[in-house]
């Protein structure tokens, strides 16, 4: 499932990323990448232990913590503390690849599952001109460009790349999440669910079938859910 969060944080918090990130030191993509995927990566990325980058992924952690959507498409159990990047220039794009499947934060030894992965856009479509991120799902694949404080959330399985930046630069962050909710299509279901009950509570409020769909959603939670 793939599903946009749109402002998934607020422009006033993207601007104060922004701030942050634009004065720092950019490094070359490759310190994060697997075997594989350097041999396709050419962009920038922020050194995950500098300090910009330590205060920007608090802003996006603190921002995320509000977003009930996102809770809710995600249920995250772990978020790999968020990464910023950028294509411009010479380096542009990332080829094809797929996300190594455990990523381990090294300041801490933590690992995360990548059951999903995040896309956050830091900068607006009119900024640059490529720099797409393409999808490739069952369904075949999807063209993904958004606004400053949108989210875009994928599979971390799937095969996915993005376009070369051939004007300005594409400033995101990207990040994995692992979910209490492992399985794909349970996940999905339950996202359903509770997206179909928001609804019934806006139309008949907490009526008693509401208040019984309520308590399905919880229960299978309780059957799934891995803590
Ligand atoms: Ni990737």
Same mark, same amino acid.
């Given at each position: 499932?793939?599903?946009?969060?749109?402002? &998934?944080?607020?422009?006033?918090?993207?601007?104060?990323?922004?701030?942050? @990130?634009?004065? &720092?030191?950019?490094?070359?993509?490759?310190?994060?990448?697997?075997?594989?995927?350097?041999?396709?990566?050419?962009?920038?990325?922020?050194?995950?232990?500098? *300090?910009?980058?330590?205060? +920007?992924?608090?802003?996006?952690?603190?921002?995320?913590?509000?977003?009930?959507?996102?809770?809710?498409?995600?249920? *995250?159990?772990?978020?790999?503390? *968020?990464?910023?990047?950028?294509?411009?220039?010479?380096?542009?794009?990332?080829?094809?690849?797929?996300?190594?499947?455990?990523?381990?934060? +090294?300041?801490?030894?933590?690992?995360?599952?990548?059951?999903?992965?995040?896309?956050?856009?830091?900068?607006?479509?009119?900024?640059?001109?490529?720099?797409?991120?393409?999808?490739?799902?069952?369904?075949?694949?999807?063209?993904?460009?958004? *606004? &400053?404080?949108?989210? @875009?959330?994928?599979?971390? +399985?799937?095969?996915?790349?993005?376009?070369?930046?051939?004007?300005?630069?594409?400033?995101?962050?990207?990040?994995? @999440?692992?979910?209490? @909710?492992?399985?794909?299509?349970?996940?999905?279901?339950?996202?359903?669910?509770?997206?179909?009950?928001?609804?019934?509570?806006?139309?008949?409020?907490?009526?008693?079938?509401?208040?019984?769909?309520?308590?399905?959603?919880?229960?299978?939670?309780?059957?799934?859910?891995?803590?």
């Amino acid at each position: 499932m793939m599903l946009h969060v749109p402002q &998934a944080i607020s422009l006033e918090a993207v601007k104060r990323i922004r701030r942050l @990130i634009d004065a &720092a030191s950019w490094a070359d993509g490759r310190i994060t990448a697997g075997t594989q995927s350097a041999q396709v990566k050419n962009n920038r990325q922020l050194p995950e232990d500098s *300090p910009a980058s330590r205060d +920007a992924r608090l802003i996006v952690l603190d921002e995320l913590g509000k977003s009930a959507l996102f809770f809710s498409a995600a249920l *995250p159990k772990r978020i790999y503390p *968020p990464l910023f990047n950028r294509y411009e220039g010479a380096a542009n794009s990332f080829g094809n690849h797929v996300d190594n499947a455990v990523r381990t934060f +090294a300041p801490t030894g933590e690992n995360v599952r990548t059951d999903l992965s995040a896309t956050l856009f830091l900068c607006d479509p009119d900024d640059y001109d490529g720099g797409e991120l393409m999808v490739q799902d069952t369904y075949g694949a999807h063209s993904v460009k958004l *606004p &400053a404080g949108d989210l @875009i959330l994928y599979p971390a +399985a799937s095969l996915h790349r993005v376009e070369p930046v051939t004007r300005g630069a594409r400033i995101a962050s990207f990040f994995w @999440i692992q979910s209490m @909710i492992r399985d794909v299509e349970r996940r999905r279901l339950l996202f359903e669910m509770d997206m179909a009950i928001l609804q019934l509570r806006q139309t008949q409020g907490e009526t008693e079938p509401v208040v019984s769909l309520v308590a399905c959603y919880h229960n299978l939670m309780r059957m799934w859910a891995e803590l």
